[in-house]
Structures are given as structure tokens and as C-alpha cells.
């Protein structure tokens, strides 16, 4: 299930707009933005109801 999502950096805080693949089910990746080029933690889970729920943060956030 390839879906698309929107959100923005939170360094630059650009929007961003990427292809997520939730068909591997729960999972956290790195990518970099494409304005700043830092390293943005993608972590990507799935509700109950099968629905991807996308979180971006940096690496300083917890």
C-alpha cells in the first residue's frame, strides 16, 4: 500500500511531501530533507484500523 504523506521538516520546517510504504507494516527510517539535507526519523505505525499514522522528528527529539 503505497500512500502518500505531507508534513514538514523539523529543522527547516519546509513542507515535505514523501511516498510511504506501509505494506511492510510498523517502521522507523532516515531521511534527509531535501531543502536542508538533515536527517529526519520517519517512524511510521499502523492503527487498528490499518491506516498508516506517520511521526517525523529529529534526532534530538524523544
Not at 13 to 33: F, K, N, R, V
Amino acid at each position: 500500500m503505497l500512500t502518500t504523506h505531507d508534513g514538514s521538516c523539523p529543522y527547516c520546517g519546509e513542507p515535505i511531501s514523501l511516498a510511504i510504504d506501509a505494506s511492510a507494516g510498523a517502521q522507523t527510517y532516515i531521511e534527509d530533507c531535501a531543502v536542508c539535507c538533515r536527517p529526519i526519523t520517519v517512524i511510521l505505525d499502523i492503527d487498528d484500523d490499518g491506516e498508516p499514522v506517520v511521526r517525523l522528528q529529529s534526532e534530538t527529539d524523544t
